[in-house]
């Protein structure tokens, strides 16, 4: 699916994580084999006109399509997410949990992005929702988008 260019990754707009380098390996403590546990991640340069943030952390390489591991929406409009930590509201992801479930690729190396969105708005959607379900809720809502791509494979 091709974004519009108001949600192409910006230049503007940055994530990174102390944790792990753009297209680094993730450490093993934010992962299946370690305390699955969100990384911390540091957010720059946001519009001034946010009014809060989405996350979507998933998988494109998973062998049954993309796999989510982290939904989190209506975020405040933070400079940080802290390491282990529930920022916002949390949806469903592919385990079936409202949480972070960490990488955990059954063979070879995967791919982990994580995706911050920041949106003109709060959310606050009537139900509970997956990451299809918070794309659609964010249409026409965002500002900006960047990503972080993390990589793993286990031991």
Not at 10 to 27: A, D, N, Q, R, V
Not at 38 to 66: C, F, H, Q, R, Y
Request: proline share 9%; charged share 25%; with cysteine.
């Amino acid at each position: 699916m091709a974004l519009p260019a108001a949600q192409k990754p910006s230049k503007e707009m940055k994530l990174t994580s102390p944790e792990f380098e753009h297209k680094g390996l993730i450490p093993g403590k934010f992962t299946c084999q370690g305390d699955d546990v969100n990384p911390a991640l540091i957010i720059e340069g946001l519009p001034g006109e946010a009014k809060s943030l989405a996350l979507i952390v998933d998988d494109p390489d998973a062998p049954m399509g993309t796999w989510v591991h982290w939904v989190v929406y209506d975020i405040p409009v933070v400079a940080k997410i802290e390491q282990d930590s529930i920022p916002g509201t949390q949806g469903n992801n592919s385990f079936g949990r409202k949480d972070y479930g960490g990488p955990c690729p059954p063979s070879g190396t995967h791919r982990y992005f994580f995706k911050l969105y920041a949106l003109d708005r709060q959310l606050n959607p009537d139900e509970e929702i997956s990451k299809e379900g918070l794309e659609k809720a964010m249409q026409g809502h965002i500002l900006d988008k960047t990503e972080l791509i993390g990589l793993y494979k286990k031991h």
